[in-house]
């Protein structure tokens, strides 16, 4: 089997680190991309582990979990989801101003802990 799976979640967690500083210098709705980008990084490192095989080129955290054949407590499952819708409105925003206006500091912080969260959860399914 091979070590692929370390260099996923070696990703994973400098995208959280890059959370971090989109956070801390005002860039809300990028932390919270990044946030989304750590943990699919972290899903697909899981998918190598388990499956052996290469992870397919998707942002959809729900199908990542699904193929692997993880399922989180209750509170992880809703984040994801949350998380999931995130990543497109935090891609491809269609109004700057709007998405910066729902992506406060506060909402973002959240975010940033349950990713982090979320994170560990997924290194323990290792």
């Not at 490192?45 to 209750?74: A, C, F, M, R, S």
Request: proline share 3%.
């Amino acid at each position: 089997m091979s070590d692929k799976h370390k260099e996923w979640l070696k990703q994973a967690d400098y995208d959280m680190d890059t959370a971090y500083a989109m956070h801390s210098s005002g860039r809300y709705f990028y932390a919270v991309f990044m946030c989304h980008l750590s943990i699919e990084k972290a899903l697909k490192g899981l998918y190598y582990k388990v499956l052996d095989e290469v992870p397919p080129k998707t942002h959809n955290l729900l199908y990542l979990l699904n193929k692997i054949g993880k399922k989180p407590e209750q509170e992880f499952q809703k984040f994801i989801i949350k998380l999931n819708t995130a990543s497109v409105a935090t891609r491809y925003p269609d109004d700057l101003a709007k998405i910066q206006a729902a992506y406060t500091e506060e909402i973002t912080q959240d975010m940033i802990t349950k990713s982090k969260d979320l994170l560990k959860w997924i290194k323990t399914q290792f």
